[in-house]
């Protein structure tokens, strides 16, 4: 096999890695929506349970006084009456109570039925969320095994082999070039929420990339971009879809440091823009948080503005 053939099954290998690790963000939140709705479904299925105890103990109650005095009932009401009419009317209203106590009792049943029904319905959703992040979770193994396959085929190179392969001639300006670029870049004028978060995400350059995290010690894409608009006071999801319907979308002509670039539909890679062409983001496995040019990332799919 190549060196180019090796580069691209890893360019391959990274984009199904960085879409993968995508997913499983986006799991863990369902597995959390799931459980939260499952909490609020035993809550009411608990309240339930109360009020239909209550409901049996008054409708007890009520047979028991109504037994008690069933057999003087009728005789009463119709010595009570003044005429044929009341009496009917007397009869009229203790059937209606009966006619109550049996709708209570039915209310009550079917509230709790409701209730058991949605809590089951609600442990199901976790089960199923749970088991659709536990199968991402082995296609993440598998896929870091054969990542670590060719990156193995790669250990076998010469120094100077392995030299061309990191560093390719035009694969992206040297540190200190991007840095420059970015300073004469960037406006003077930048919004305070935007300068927070460029602040932030600058201040990780060279952290590595871990799947899932976000931070301060490691970032996935959305866990950095998610982390550097905390500190600005905005919340985001740890999914770069779901990031991706956030805001206000935005045209690449029009981007402005601070914007979220997305890549891929659905979204499977976020980074933000830092003016100049340039953007910062968590690239993949093996590598650090850093600078490149925007132009040099394929798959672009759009832009949102948070803030």
């Known amino acids: 096999m190549t060196i180019d053939q090796v580069n691209t099954k890893l360019q391959g290998l990274a984009t199904s890695s960085e879409q993968l690790s995508e997913q499983l963000n986006q799991a863990k939140i ?15 299925a608990d309240v339930a349970q109360v009020k239909l105890r209550a409901a049996q103990q008054q409708l007890a109650q009520s047979i028991a ?7 003087f009932s009728r ?19 203790m059937s209606l109570l009966s006619e109550h106590q049996s709708q209570v009792a039915t209310i009550a049943t ?47 190179l010469t ?7 990191y560093n390719p001639p035009a694969a ?9 670029a970015f300073q004469s870049a960037t406006p003077a004028v930048v919004g305070k929420g935007a300068a927070a978060a460029i602040a932030t995400a600058k201040a990780q350059l060279g952290k590595p990339y871990v799947w ?20 600005a006071g905005v919340s985001l999801p740890h999914n770069a879809a779901a990031q991706q319907g956030m805001g206000t ?14 890549f891929g539909s659905p979204a499977y890679h976020v980074g933000m823009y830092l003016g100049g062409g340039l953007m910062i983001h968590a690239p993949t496995s093996g590598d650090v948080v850093k600078i490149v040019p925007l132009a040099n990332e394929p798959d672009y799919s759009g832009a949102t503005r948070v803030g």
């Open 30 to 44: 369902d597995v959390a929506k799931a459980k939260q709705a499952e909490l609020v479904a035993t809550r009411n």
């Open 249 to 262: 979308p935005v045209a690449q002509a029009d981007l402005q440091p601070g914007d979220l670039v997305f």
């Open 65 to 71: 006084s109504q037994y008690k005095s069933s057999a």
């Open 172 to 180: 992206q300006p040297a540190p200190t070039a991007v840095q420059q």
């Open 75 to 93: 005789t009463i009401a119709m010595l009570s009456s003044n005429s044929s009419e009341n009496y009917l009317q007397t009869l009229q209203t």
């Open 110 to 156: 079917d509230a709790i039925s409701t209730a058991n029904k949605a809590t089951a319905t609600a442990k199901a959703a976790v089960a199923t969320a749970q088991q659709k992040q536990a199968d991402l979770v082995k296609r993440q193994q598998a896929l870091a095994a054969e990542t670590a396959k060719y990156k193995a085929l790669l250990a076998t």
């Open 159 to 165: 120094a100077a082999q392995r030299a061309a392969y």
């Open 212 to 231: 899932g995290a976000a931070g301060p010690g490691s970032f996935d894409c959305s866990g950095l971009t998610m982390y550097a608009w905390a500190s």
